[in-house]
């Protein structure tokens, strides 16, 4: 047990010190940031939930949003109507939303990449309109407000015992989802490098090959498509309870490119990416549309139109960034350096067989 | 009974006849070469056996069992494993994950066995990876295995794809130009290493291959393809005399 732990490599190490981080960090910050990084975990987890469909079985959702918005009403029904706990309704929406996903998935074997794209794309638009009908059920275009959120004393006791200080519910929230973003992170690690992701990675590298190496094509991308639902339900249930009331302006269309640039700009097809993605795609709107008005070279325009359109010109101006500079997104440029650093210390010598690897971040 | 039985096999892709009625039939533990200059329709009939086409008329039975009414990913679940002419390896990932990507048929755990990480599916795991480090032995690669397979030179990743077939245990072994585009050591050394698949793995192998040192020393039989037609068969030495074969290959040189 020493053994392996003085011999784990250095990235076991930074993961250790990434979950005491965001384990211990929402003490310090106030309740309202606490309440904040809960919402970008949340992103976070739907993210790896896209991150498991595109960058990892190499089909593309324009519209993630509509599970989110799918999984939350779960949620909120069972609560509100239902009065089950809400804590015990997450996993179940989960689930429901990952079952909603594979039957959506059946169908969309029989697309091609750009009619893929475009039907998840009407699904993210329709979603809306389509919660609005059933008024009993959703509350129609008022929404459902959830019961206020109540801390179990346990853990008011133990956040006290350890901090001296009384837990909000932003911080009760925060850590529910970190719990959720914990596992969710850990099952999609392991999925990735066994049996069945290595399945579907083998699909995104070349569908002839894996079908002609036994794996079953359509299974697998429809099984994809649930696993991936099943997260951004999950996501969608947290949103729920993190802002405790939902409408369908809660799921616009912009919520499913706002998912797809944190996939992409965190790295596909790695962990930790979407981790960065979820942080980036919550607080770059929030924080550019405080900063660029400060700029005074920046000209009146142009200050004018971010603030006004707000976060998808920052989108889109750092998707075009990265485009340029990290088309393997945040993640692929911290490999690449990491890379070039050990290869400088390792000496020329080893240069030669010291393949590094052009798209380092597959696992 | 032969093992793979081809039997009238027609296929076309708008106006051209890529395969016009073939017949023939490999017996088990055979070597049999598949040759004919480019276009003659090779490729399209590996393609039709391992279920990438459809065949226009005919069938394919291999061990009596019809394979063209098997989905794509069933045929290897029979016994038949290929290579392909330009390498279909999985570009983003590494040698040993590519092999054991091979050994998919031989392993059953499903997504929830592999992401909640259960010990029986551990297990598997880690008899697979070694089942394909075995293999990636046997082929020399052993030292590759941690590798990104796209950074390898092209004839080490032919030897890649050639693990991957391996490991599934096949029955019979579809081979594509297995010497296409690699340097001369190169051809000896996989010449050499398909012999020791057919004598220490006894697996039957079909196999493609324009250099003929190569397939007449290694094949038991030969079938010529011309043109997507049938024009010759018998041990190496009758078909290298064969007026239809010096025609075929003169007519395309
Ligand atoms: N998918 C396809 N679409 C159209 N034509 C094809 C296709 N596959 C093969 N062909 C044609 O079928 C003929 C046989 O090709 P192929 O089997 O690749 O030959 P070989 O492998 O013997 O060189 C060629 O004329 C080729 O152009
Ligand atoms: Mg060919």
Do not use: C
């Amino acid at each position: 047990m020493l053994q392996r732990i003085r011999t784990a490599p250095p990235r076991y190490w930074l993961v250790v010190v990434v979950v005491l981080f965001f384990a211990g960090f929402p003490t310090v910050i106030s309740s309202f940031q606490a309440g904040q990084w809960a919402l970008a975990l949340i992103l976070a987890i739907a993210i790896m939930g896209l991150n498991i469909l595109v960058g990892y079985s190499g089909q593309l959702s324009l519209g993630h949003g509509a599970f989110m918005a799918f999984g939350a009403y779960a949620s909120a029904i069972l609560a509100h109507r239902y009065k089950m706990d809400y804590l015990v309704t997450i996993p179940i929406a989960g689930l429901l939303t990952g079952m909603v996903g594979f039957l959506f998935g059946v169908p969309a074997l029989r697309l091609s990449a750009l009619y893929l794209a475009l039907a998840t794309f009407a699904l993210a638009v329709v979603m809306p309109s389509l919660i609005k009908r059933p008024v009993g059920l959703t509350g129609g275009v008022q929404g459902i407000s959830l019961p206020p959120v109540v801390v179990p004393q346990l853990a008011k006791d133990g956040f006290t015992m350890l901090t001296g200080s009384a837990m909000t519910s932003d911080q009760w929230v925060y850590y529910v989802t970190f719990a959720y973003a914990l596992v969710l992170f850990w099952l999609a690690w392991n999925l990735v490098r066994h049996r069945a992701g290595r399945a579907m990675r083998a699909i995104r590298d070349g569908e002839v090959a894996a079908a002609a190496s036994g794996i079953n094509i359509s299974g697998y991308k429809t099984l994809a498509f649930g696993i991936s639902a099943l997260y951004a339900g999950i996501a969608g249930s947290l949103l729920g309870l993190a802002t405790g009331y939902i409408s369908p302006d809660t799921f616009p269309v912009s919520l499913s490119i706002q998912l797809l640039v944190g996939a992409v700009v965190g790295g596909l097809a790695s962990i930790p990416g979407p981790l960065l993605g979820g942080i980036f795609a919550y607080f770059l709107p929030i924080e550019s549309n405080q900063w660029v008005p400060t700029q005074t070279w920046i000209p009146s325009q142009i200050v004018a139109t971010v603030v006004k359109a707000g976060p998808a010109v920052t989108y889109g101006v750092v998707l075009i960034l990265l485009m340029i500079f990290a088309p393997n997104g945040i993640v692929g440029l911290a490999t690449a350096g990491y890379n070039r650093l050990r290869r400088r210390l390792r000496g020329a010598a080893d240069r030669e067989s010291g393949h590094i690897p052009p798209d380092p971040q597959t696992v | 009974m032969a093992l793979l039985e081809v039997r009238e096999l027609a296929v076309s892709f708008g106006g051209v006849v890529a395969l016009d009625h073939v017949s023939f039939s490999v017996e088990a533990d055979q070597v049999v070469g598949l040759i004919g200059p480019n276009g003659a329709g090779k490729t399209t009939l590996f393609n039709i056996i391992t279920r990438v086409y459809k065949p226009g008329a005919g069938a394919v039975l291999f061990d009596g069992t019809p394979v063209t009414r098997l989905a794509p990913h069933e045929v290897i679940r029979h016994g038949v494993a290929r290579t392909f002419q330009n390498l279909a390896l999985f570009r983003s990932m590494t040698v040993l994950d590519n092999v054991m990507v091979g050994d998919h048929i031989r392993t059953r755990s499903g997504w929830l066995a592999s992401s909640v990480p259960m010990p029986a599916a551990m297990n598997a795991e880690s008899a697979s990876r070694k089942r394909a480090l075995e293999v990636l032995d046997f082929v020399g690669l052993a030292a590759r295995a941690s590798h990104p397979v796209a950074t390898l030179p092209f004839g080490t990743q032919k030897r890649v794809e050639l693990a991957r077939a391996l490991v599934s245990k096949p029955r019979l072994l579809l081979l594509d130009e297995p010497a296409g585009g690699i340097s001369h050591e190169e051809v000896d050394g996989m010449s050499r290493l398909l012999r020791r698949v057919h004598t220490e793995l006894g697996v039957t192998m079909l196999l493609v291959e324009h250099h003929m040192g190569f397939v007449m020393g290694i094949s038991d039989r030969v079938v010529v393809l011309d043109f997507g037609k049938k024009i010759a068969e018998g041990n190496p030495s009758e078909v290298q005399r064969n007026p239809a074969v010096i025609e075929a290959y003169l007519g395309a040189a």
